[in-house]
């Protein structure tokens, strides 16, 4: 069993930027494949962005791209998600995430969830 646990969400102007971080609980977490998902008031969660632990690959949704990174440490068990550029619409309860495969954490399925850190993000 893997637990996420975020932080660093918060309060941002439009521009500003702000890092999540995603403490996983097991030296075994170093295998999954690591993400972040998000949900808007009234909307489904979306993904986000995710890194592979071998290669450390990754990937993003369009709207992110260019703004967010993902980044791991392994040796810390922890992922981080840098936003910059931040806009109103980014604003959204954000999940870490951990599956074995790319696909199974990009279907929004994955194994373990996070509880989930508030960024809200004003104009």
């Known amino acids: 069993q893997v637990q996420l646990v975020e932080s660093g969400g918060g309060l941002a102007q439009a521009g500003g930027s702000l890092t999540l971080a995603c403490a996983a609980s097991?030296?075994?977490?170093?295998?999954?494949?690591m993400g972040w998902f998000r949900q808007a008031p009234g909307k489904e969660r979306e993904f986000v962005a995710a890194i592979t632990w071998s290669d450390a690959a990754t990937y993003y949704t369009d709207s992110v791209k260019g703004r967010f990174t993902i980044s791991r440490d392994n040796a810390r068990n922890t992922v981080r998600l840098q936003m910059s550029s931040l806009k109103p619409e980014d604003t959204a309860l954000y999940y870490c995430?951990?599956?074995?495969?790319?696909?199974?954490?990009?279907?929004?399925?994955?194994?373990?969830w996070g509880q989930g850190t508030q960024v809200t993000v004003s104009s």
């Open positions: 995430a951990a599956d074995t495969t790319t696909l199974g954490l990009r279907k929004g399925s994955p194994d373990y």
């Open positions: 097991e030296r075994s977490s170093r295998t999954y494949v």
